[in-house]
């Protein structure tokens, strides 16, 4: 194992350690080193019996070490797309909500970065009826870089 991503193995254990009873719709993630590394999510939007999903919400926060790159939450469906942006690395708070309003179906939720250096990120999304009332959700990886 080369010694540089000790440190960064480390903090990726501690946190998934944290994080074990999160809620369904938060996600921790990790992204390499390479300036074009990026993770991409399918999200299903569907009613569980809460009403029928009209939008996805999300939030991103990029998490310690505080590095040069800065994270980005893209959440597209049917040829649109909103970013969530964490402008401010290492201030413990989540970019501003973003939302669209794509109905059911499957959401493309696509982390990236601004720059080289490895990143810890967590997102949360959740989906909702036109009148705000939770919608059931799932969520799988597709790519892990």
Request: charged share 20%.
């Amino acid at each position: 194992m080369n010694k540089p991503y000790i440190p960064f193995l480390f903090s990726i254990l501690s946190l998934a350690l944290t994080s074990l009873d999160t809620e369904a719709h938060t996600q921790l993630g990790a992204l390499g080193a390479t300036a074009t590394a990026t993770d991409i999510y399918l999200a299903t939007c569907l009613n569980d019996g809460s009403g029928l999903p009209d939008n996805l919400v999300g939030k991103i926060i990029d998490l310690p070490p505080v590095v040069a790159a800065r994270v980005a939450l893209t959440v597209s469906k049917d040829g649109k797309s909103v970013v969530a942006r964490d402008r401010t690395d290492g201030d413990r708070k989540y970019s501003p909500e973003v939302r669209l309003k794509g109905g059911a179906g499957v959401y493309t939720l696509t982390v990236a970065k601004s720059a080289r250096g490895q990143e810890l990120y967590r997102f949360e999304f959740h989906c909702a009826t036109a009148t705000g009332v939770h919608t059931g959700s799932s969520i799988v990886k597709k790519q892990d870089q």
